[in-house]
């Protein structure tokens, strides 16, 4: 190839991994270019990003350039590996494993939680008695003062308390999401395995959009990260 014959036409280039495939070395996102050789025949890369930005150096073991037919085909092979059995029983047993540890921490917080409801209405009781032996039984000024005093007290307590309790639901609810079930992740790699041969570029453009976060290309291999499987999704 002539390098000085290198051209960029993003936004002319149509890409299935445009936005999804990224530099294992440097971590740049790689985009779609293209080169003509001497006798004009267009051959389509991907581009590491870091070869392009001059302000982000390159790493020393980058390799900025990977054919379409190459890394496409690399990609195919890793979806289509995703729903053997016994890749599916990994990523069971890594859900498994990430599940029990937030159901853990879960149980910590509901136990803490308890013990704060407890608290409250305990608060909210002694309180009440306060306010009743107000109503109930005559007081001197200073014995209605220092009552009031109690009263006071006890309503920042049960404010403070309530506070953190309204805390711990809310630690509660945000671990409860991050529990993963492996169901939408199994159900999207065997309807691809299952649709794959007669996809076109955009079915599977669309497929990956829906269920793709990264690709990261590293070493002559892919990695790929998927939506459903993140903490949170």
Request: some cysteine.
């Amino acid at each position: 190839f002539n390098r000085k014959q290198f051209a960029s036409p993003r936004n002319k280039i149509g890409s299935l991994l445009k936005g999804l495939l990224v530099c294992g070395h440097c971590g740049s996102y790689m985009s779609p270019n293209y080169a003509r050789n001497r006798h004009k025949k267009l051959y389509y890369y991907y581009r590491c990003l870091s070869v392009i930005n001059q302000n982000k150096p390159s790493s020393d073991a980058c390799r900025p350039y990977v054919a379409y037919p190459k890394i496409h085909a690399l990609v195919v092979a890793a979806l289509l590996e995703q729903s053997t059995e016994s890749n599916l029983a990994a990523t069971q047993a890594g859900l498994d494993q990430n599940n029990e540890k937030v159901s853990k921490a879960i149980r910590l917080l509901e136990a803490q939680l308890q013990k704060l409801e407890s608290g409250l209405a305990v608060t909210k009781q002694k309180k009440e008695l306060y306010l009743n032996s107000l109503i109930a039984k005559d007081f001197t000024a200073k014995e209605r003062e220092r009552i009031n005093e109690k009263i006071d007290d006890f309503s920042l307590t049960e404010r403070q308390t309530q506070a953190e309790a309204y805390r711990q639901q809310f630690l509660i609810a945000e671990n409860r999401e991050q529990i993963i079930s492996i169901e939408p992740f199994k159900q999207a790699v065997i309807q691809f395995k299952i649709n794959q041969p007669s996809m076109n570029d955009k079915d599977l453009t669309e497929w990956l959009a829906a269920n793709v976060r990264k690709i990261v290309y590293k070493n002559g291999d892919v990695s790929i990260e998927f939506k459903q499987l993140i903490k949170g999704s």
